[in-house]
């Protein structure tokens, strides 16, 4: 769903405008220092139109650093906002503090409605019109005491909104970009000959060279997958000093491009210095993640053992991607890499909506704090996902939260919404 963020300065009536919008009371909080809610974001609709509404009213309750506070407050509405509602105190008029909050939100680019709040008095409409001066277009003259003005408003935001839905943008048309990495020897030249010849490959697509083409697609299941830089792996330069240096920049180009990474390991191995840099390779490009277990053909019992334990030990950061064992030579499962890559796009793409997503952390929280340090503990305010491909998630805390327990956090995450086959970030915005 589409955000709409409510901002404005501590008591221009906020909390009274959202409560107008949703047409309940429940979003009412007394401005009592030390009280957070637990929930901030609402699922409404005006026109038809479904949308998350953010109360950013009641996210930095405690009275410290009015300035500094306004400005998190906008930075962190224009984080997560399609749209922001600026509500500004008419009979007041326009403040320093209110001017600041416009410097944040004109940066930010995003569709700014202006709120002309409590707007009910004689004067109210030339006190409306003096916010012009704010430069943020019309001044929505707006009682959200009274209710005056609230739908005129909605229109408003509405026509702000972008047309499609978010997710549109995540529905990649077109085939889907694929790097086949790995170090050498481990059968990426033969995995590529296996799949090419079983499956139809489409030779000679868009980024080739005079020379020879660089990428390939190949038809897998039922659909084109485009495999970039197929030339790195065919042409098979072999340099008798540095070729490893000269490997990892070809992989780090061919991630560039792509959106899924196939890592390929020999199975009939140990698990190399160099195959763990190569999957951290894609972890920290942030692309969707398959490992696949080459040369299954090799492997006798008592390797098979080995391996399961290695795999425990040495690739527990990245449990969540899908594993499959094939051989490029007998063409055993190969097939079943597909399966594989479409479930780790799926995660890669996948969005989280705002209220559900600060509906979840409000339970995991409530349920497993983040313990006492110093005194203190550290609470999230409030939640949002920044991107898709690869997911980011921003939370919005009170104190600093200690590795363990955002591995915790990350680990509920994914049992909760999946993300199989994709590296998820888990950023902080700490208000100390
Ligand atoms: P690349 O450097 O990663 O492209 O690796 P190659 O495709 O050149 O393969 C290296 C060696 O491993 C070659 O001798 C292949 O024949 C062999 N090989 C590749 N895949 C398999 C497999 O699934 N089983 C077995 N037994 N050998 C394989």
């Not at 506070?69 to 399609?82: H, K, L, P, S």
Request: hydrophobic content about 45%; cysteine-free; aromatic content about 6%.
């Amino acid at each position: 769903l589409p955000v709409v963020a409510v901002v404005g300065r501590p008591n221009v009536g906020k909390s009274t405008l959202v409560n107008r919008i949703l047409g309940r009371r429940a979003a009412v909080v007394e401005d009592v220092p030390g009280v957070t809610r637990d929930r901030v974001a609402y699922e409404t609709a005006w026109a038809g139109r479904a949308f998350t509404l953010l109360d950013t009213g009641g996210w930095n309750p405690d009275a410290q650093g009015m300035a500094a506070r306004i400005t998190e407050q906008a930075e962190m509405a224009v984080a997560t906002a399609d749209v922001v509602i600026f509500v500004v105190d008419s009979v007041v008029g326009a403040t320093d503090a209110d001017e600041s909050v416009v410097r944040v939100l004109r940066r930010s680019g995003k569709p700014v409605v202006l709120a002309a709040n409590k707007v009910d008095g004689p004067s109210g409409e030339a006190d409306a019109a003096a916010l012009w001066n704010l430069g943020l277009g019309e001044p929505h003259a707006v009682s959200a005491l009274h209710g005056r003005g609230s739908g005129d408003l909605l229109d408003a935001v509405l026509d702000a909104l972008p047309d499609a839905p978010q997710e549109a943008f995540d529905e990649e048309e077109g085939p889907r970009r694929v790097a086949l990495v790995g170090r050498p020897n481990v059968g990426k030249s033969s995995l590529l000959n296996t799949l090419a010849r079983e499956n139809r490959a489409v030779v000679d697509p868009v980024a080739g060279t005079t020379v020879d083409p660089v990428d390939e697609l190949i038809v897998l299941g039922d659909r084109e997958w485009w495999f970039v830089d197929t030339a790195g792996i065919r042409r098979r330069v072999r340099e008798a000093s540095g070729a490893e240096y000269y490997a990892s920049l070809r992989t780090s180009a061919a991630l560039d491009r792509a959106e899924v990474a196939i890592v390929l390991v020999d199975a009939s191995e140990p698990l190399s210095e160099q195959d763990l840099r190569i999957i951290s390779m894609v972890v920290d490009a942030g692309r969707a993640l398959v490992l696949a277990y080459n040369k299954w053909d090799l492997l006798d019992d008592e390797r098979r053992i080995m391996l399961e334990r290695e795999i425990d030990r040495q690739l527990k950061h990245v449990s969540w991607a899908p594993r499959v064992n094939v051989s490029a030579l007998t063409g055993r499962r190969v097939d079943r890499l597909v399966t594989a890559m479409d479930t780790a796009l799926d995660g890669w793409s996948t969005r989280v909506p705002t209220a559900k997503l600060n509906a979840f952390f409000g339970d995991v929280v409530a349920a497993h704090p983040h313990p006492v340090r110093g005194g203190k503990q550290p609470r999230i305010m409030f939640a949002t996902q920044a991107d898709t491909r690869p997911p980011r998630f921003v939370l919005f805390t009170t104190g600093f939260l200690e590795a363990s327990y955002r591995r915790f956090l990350e680990r509920r995450l994914r049992e909760e919404f999946g993300f199989d086959g994709t590296p998820i970030e888990l950023s902080m915005r700490i208000r100390e």
